[in-house]
């Protein structure tokens, strides 16, 4: 038994289409969105046969595309006139932006610049906020700060090698640091000496704080700076190098977690193993930094802009009744966090007797008695 496509004659645009596979004219589908997929990679032709587009009808009475722009220019090119379908609900533009990147994420066709393309639009026709996007896409909202810079500061050169894959996000988001025509030198130098991913986000950084000589010599013969080991200082000794050294890997690692994202096409058992472990690592670096943030108080380990407040001793002010003393002690951050949890990290040696506000009101009143009392006696004598 074969189930043959039927011809869509311009159906009504209700949900009960949604999920039919048919046929529609070509005349009938709309290509509103293909300037968010520059970044489309050409697959190459196999035997096997081509699936059909993805579509959404719109109230216009026509269909627009959200997967299969070059499929459709492939059939457009060969004279076909009914194209292979698969309808969509109706919805709104921002939920086709949506499934355009659903549609488009499990073959891994989708790219850095298409994501950013996407981000954008939705910033500039959609008028959402960029947190809005970020619940809408299930991503973090550092995610959809980076595809922003990638739209709007990187050079029409960076855009095309990163659509063409011939530059990863990485190094995109570094190139985003530097004016067009830097950008376009920078590459023209990767490109004419080869350089290595790592030997080309070096570059970046070296160009960065270089003057406009330095820069000239880098362009010219980048080698001897990207690949040469940096020579030891003669007061740095060879321990102090190499920790130095590892500090920079644990700080590359640090930027890789931040950038980590869960694949939504994984099967649900993986995601739930993925999530477990990811949030056993965001654990184990919450106590990290807490812990560091006891071994060094006048450091801010966790970026809380209450932390100077919390690691300086909290002096009792008889002056000002009105201020409680439980107020110096109001813990900032997540207010959902665990409260007990950093406690257990501290080493009692760096503990003081936790006192309640009576014992404290207590101890500052006897301090003032006691220093009434040592003046009393001072005068005394004098007289």
């Not at 209450?306 to 009105?322: G, M, W």
């Not at 207010?335 to 406690?343: E, F, N, S, T």
Request: charged share 25%; net charge neutral; hydrophobic share 35%.
């Amino acid at each position: 038994m074969t189930n043959e496509p039927m011809v869509l004659n311009n159906p009504s645009p209700t949900s009960r289409t949604a999920g039919n596979i048919g046929l529609l004219p070509i005349q009938s589908l709309k290509t509103s969105y293909a300037c968010l997929r520059p970044g489309a990679i050409h697959q190459h032709p196999n035997d096997t046969a081509e699936l059909p587009i993805r579509v959404v009808p719109t109230d216009d009475g026509l269909y627009e595309v959200i997967d299969g722009f070059k499929r459709l220019e492939g059939w457009r090119e060969q004279g076909k006139d009914l194209i292979p379908v698969v309808l969509e609900c109706p919805s709104r533009a921002e939920e086709h932006k949506r499934l355009l990147l659903l549609a488009n994420s499990p073959p891994r066709t989708l790219t850095a610049l298409d994501e950013a393309r996407v981000v954008c639009s939705l910033l500039t026709e959609e008028a959402l906020t960029q947190n809005t996007i970020a619940r809408m896409l299930r991503r973090k909202p550092q995610w959809v700060a980076r595809r922003v810079e990638l739209a709007t500061r990187l050079s029409p050169t960076a855009q095309t090698q990163l659509a063409h894959g011939s530059i990863g996000p990485t190094l995109a988001h570094a190139l985003c640091a530097l004016p067009d025509k830097d950008q376009d030198a920078v590459l023209g130098a990767i490109d004419r000496h080869r350089l290595k991913h790592r030997e080309a986000l070096v570059l970046v950084a070296a160009y960065r704080v270089a003057d406009e000589p330095d820069r000239h010599e880098l362009l010219r013969a980048p080698l001897g700076r990207v690949r040469a080991e940096p020579a030891p200082s003669p007061t740095t000794s060879t321990l102090a190098t190499e920790l130095e050294h590892r500090l920079e890997r644990i700080r590359e690692a640090l930027l890789d977690l931040s950038e980590f994202v869960i694949p939504l096409e994984l099967a649900p058992a993986e995601q739930r193993r993925l999530e477990a472990r990811l949030r056993s690592v965001l654990a184990q670096l919450h106590h990290t930094a807490r812990a560091l943030e006891t071994e060094h108080p006048a450091a801010n380990l966790t970026g809380d802009p209450d932390d100077s407040e919390q690691t300086s001793p909290a002096i009792p002010k008889t002056s000002s009744p009105e201020v409680q003393p439980t107020e110096s002690r109001a813990p900032g951050g997540d207010p959902d966090r665990d409260r007990k949890a950093p406690h257990l990290l501290r080493q009692p040696r760096d503990c003081s007797p936790r006192r309640t506000p009576s014992a404290t009101r207590t101890s500052a009143c006897a301090a003032g008695s006691a220093s009434t009392g040592l003046r009393c006696s001072k005068a005394a004598r004098g007289s």
